[in-house]
């Protein structure tokens, strides 16, 4: 806005300035109802296009959980039909473990050479410990094999260690 227009603004005096809306590269502010009605509706427009974009990511936010809630529900039933196909395997194994505590191979042994962790061989045992007669002392007899039977104590092997 050149100078000249400025100082010709100015004489017509501040009031009339203020309702102008626009004099070249300087805006002037509007006062009144219209002006409020304008930055009403802008405020209104700025707000309802964020609540779309937030309508918009709940809706995909929903449409991934229901996938997620899906496929779980699906590995869930196939994790119990597969247990349910898997138990009498398990059994096997179980007898097996005892087989191999009844040649009074210690727990440590059972675990390294079958590769489970030394807590399954406890819980495989502790099913046939369960079985066994008590010793006089009340703990169960561990061992079926060549070897005396020794009452269970996880901290030491079935049987004395083997010498050549």
């Known amino acids: 806005m050149s100078a000249l227009r400025f100082v010709a603004q100015i004489g017509q005096g501040w009031s009339n300035a203020s309702k102008l809306s626009n ?47 899906q496929a779980q529900g699906a590995v869930e039933r196939i994790y119990e039909d597969a247990a349910k196909a898997a138990e009498p395997h398990e059994g096997a194994m179980r007898a097996a473990v005892r087989a191999i505590d009844g040649l009074d191979e210690p727990r440590a042994g059972i675990a390294e050479l079958t590769g489970l962790s030394a807590v399954r061989v406890r819980e495989y045992l502790a099913a046939a410990e369960a079985d066994c007669a008590p010793t006089a002392d009340g703990r169960p007899v561990r061992g079926t094999g060549s070897a005396a039977a020794s009452p269970v104590d996880d901290a030491a092997p079935a049987t004395a260690p083997v010498s050549a």
């Open 23 to 69: 004099m070249g590269n300087m805006t002037v502010r509007r006062h009144g109802a219209a002006s409020r009605t304008r930055a009403l509706a802008r405020a209104a427009d700025a707000v309802a296009r964020r609540d779309a974009a937030r309508i918009e990511r709940e809706k995909s936010l929903q449409a991934a959980l229901t996938d997620f809630f």
